[in-house]
């Protein structure tokens, strides 16, 4: 029900844009997040945004270099990523929930199955 996409090998600096299409439900309403995951680490969050696109979070760690939006006509999260650094090399996920509290991992319901990311230095 949500499909990631949009990962591949990038030179630091660069930048990708990940997709998040949502289908078999309606997401219009539900809070949606991108999360992280490195080799090792655990699963963290990079960005959400709430149902109306008014309220955002940013991971301290990319705070002006990405971008998270949503276009609900067609059922899309993107994920604006520019100066990509090597340690944002990780699978990338996308979630849902039905909650406004956009910051807790626990409260996702709905997961994608992540797209890759790698940035070389």
């Known amino acids: 029900q949500l499909q990631a996409s949009g990962g591949g090998l990038v030179q630091a600096g660069g930048s990708l844009r990940l997709s998040c299409a949502t289908s078999?439900?309606?997401?219009?309403?539900?809070?949606m997040g991108w999360f992280r995951q490195a080799p090792g680490k655990e699963r963290e969050i990079v960005a959400a945004?709430?149902?109306?696109?008014?309220?955002?979070y940013y991971a301290d760690s990319v705070k002006g270099r990405f971008t998270i939006s949503r276009d609900n006509a067609k059922n899309t999260v993107y994920l604006q990523m520019n100066s990509l650094k090597p340690e944002d090399t990780a699978v990338y996920y996308c979630?849902?929930?039905?909650?406004?509290?956009?910051?807790?991992?626990?409260?996702?319901?709905?997961w994608g199955q992540g797209t890759q990311v790698t940035v070389s230095s």
């Open positions: 078999g439900r309606t997401f219009n309403s539900y809070s």
């Open positions: 945004i709430n149902w109306s696109g008014l309220s955002t």
């Open positions: 979630a849902a929930t039905p909650y406004s509290v956009l910051t807790t991992k626990g409260l996702y319901t709905y």
